[in-house]
């Protein structure tokens, strides 16, 4: 299963396009196995976005994230880019049809 067109709250560091989030997580058999996005490069927007996320923390009463600004420096140097993480533990577990991670281990 690949589920894309996330909604623009669930933006994180991707992308918004077309009110959507420019992701997508890939799944077999309900177990995440890969997540996809284009980075986002608008150090503004990146500021924005944790300026909201904080004052929904704030709400909940809990701390805001510490700001990284070597990332923000990073963001605004940094060229159009995409990514995608592979869980390859997870699937390794499915190909081997193993009920854990922890059965795929390799014993020495």
Same mark, same amino acid.
């Given at each position: 299963?690949?589920?894309?067109?996330?909604?623009? @709250?669930?933006?994180?560091?991707?992308?918004?396009?077309? @009110?959507? *989030?420019?992701?997508?997580? &890939?799944? %077999?058999?309900? #177990?995440?196995? *890969?997540? *996809?996005?284009?980075?986002? &490069? @608008?150090?503004?927007?990146? #500021?924005?976005? %944790?300026? $909201?996320?904080? +004052?929904? +923390?704030?709400?909940? =009463?809990? *701390?805001? =994230?510490?700001?990284?600004?070597?990332?923000?420096?990073?963001?605004?140097?940094?060229?159009?880019?995409?990514?995608?993480? $592979?869980?390859?533990?997870? $699937?390794? #577990?499915?190909?081997?049809?193993?009920?854990?991670? $922890?059965?795929? +281990?390799?014993?020495?």
């Amino acid at each position: 299963t690949i589920i894309y067109r996330y909604p623009s @709250d669930e933006a994180a560091f991707s992308v918004i396009s077309a @009110d959507c *989030a420019e992701r997508f997580e &890939l799944y %077999w058999d309900e #177990m995440e196995i *890969a997540n *996809a996005f284009s980075e986002l &490069l @608008d150090a503004e927007e990146l #500021m924005t976005r %944790w300026e $909201l996320s904080d +004052r929904e +923390r704030s709400s909940e =009463h809990r *701390a805001p =994230h510490p700001r990284d600004i070597r990332l923000i420096e990073a963001v605004r140097r940094h060229p159009r880019a995409g990514g995608i993480a $592979l869980c390859v533990d997870r $699937l390794v #577990m499915k190909l081997l049809a193993k009920a854990t991670i $922890l059965e795929t +281990r390799v014993l020495g």
